[in-house]
């Protein structure tokens, strides 16, 4: 079974559009989980474009016991304004999963992974600590990667392989090479010990396809498409959607 994480990072862009509490956080994560969905993943950034920390503190209350949720951001971007950082906010709220994504403020949005054989010494004892706090770790990567001993020494339990490229290939009806390096990295992880998410604009279209390549797969969070294609024909029935083509 892969599990479906629903990114709400959107809803919040939505609500930020105009200030005041709607759309609701609060409300989309029940929708979706009452929809069926088996998690929920925000990804607050310094800059506060979207998820807050008040947001992850709210979310955490709403989920615990629930369904899993999944803290996503870069380890190394230092305290701004009241975003203390993501090793802080995993202490206050203890997510079930963190995933660690190497992005920066200028980005539109995350963009690739970490380089693991580059980064595995400083990312050791961030790994560490957040481990420590009893959350799973996973790091994103590109497609491509498949060098896992270092994730694997430093501790970190899975990986998310960043499916940006995969879906510009799929959209392009080119999708066979790129495919395949997802492939081959998803089985050198899964060799190396790792369980195997992924992310990134996937979507109804593209999910299908990149799941019956996979075997195993862990997890996808999803965001951008869903909570688009949701406008059209709701968010329960487009997390239901989803459950259909993972299950
Ligand atoms: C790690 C990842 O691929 C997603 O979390 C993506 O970064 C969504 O973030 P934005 O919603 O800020 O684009
Ligand atoms: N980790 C990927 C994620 O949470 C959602 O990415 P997207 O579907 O918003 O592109």
């Given amino acids: 079974m892969t599990l479906l994480s629903v990114n709400l990072n959107k809803i919040a862009v939505l609500r930020n559009s105009r200030g005041g509490d709607e759309p609701s956080l609060a409300r989309a994560a029940h929708t979706c989980i009452e929809a069926g969905c088996g998690g929920i993943t925000v990804h607050p950034r310094p800059d506060q474009r979207h998820i807050r920390p008040d947001d992850v503190r709210v979310l955490a209350q709403l989920l615990r016991g629930r369904v899993e949720y ?94 940006g490229p995969y879906a510009h290939a799929f959209a392009s009806g080119h999708v066979d090479s790129e495919l395949a390096r997802c492939v081959e990295t998803a089985r050198r992880a899964q060799q190396a010990g790792l369980a195997v998410n992924a992310g990134h604009d996937l979507s109804q279209a593209n999910l299908g396809t990149f799941k019956a390549a996979i075997p195993g797969l862990a997890e996808v969070s999803i965001g951008h498409a869903l909570i688009g294609e949701a406008l059209y024909d709701g968010l329960a029935t487009t997390v239901r959607r989803y459950r259909q083509i993972l299950d």
Avoid at 71 to 89: I, T
Avoid at 94 to 111: A, E, H, K, W, Y
Avoid at 136 to 161: H, K, N, Y
């Fill in 70 to 163: 999944n803290l996503e951001g870069n380890p190394f971007a230092p305290p701004r304004g009241d975003y203390p950082g993501l090793l802080a906010l995993a202490q206050e709220v203890r997510p079930t999963q963190i995933t660690l994504v190497p992005d920066g403020d200028g980005q539109l949005t995350s963009d690739h992974g970490f380089d693991l054989v580059r980064d595995a010494e400083r990312l050791a004892p961030l790994v560490a600590a957040f481990r420590e706090l009893g959350c799973r770790v996973s790091l994103f990567v590109d497609a491509g990667t498949v060098q896992f001993e270092p994730a694997v020494r430093i501790g970190a339990q899975r990986i998310e392989i960043y499916t």
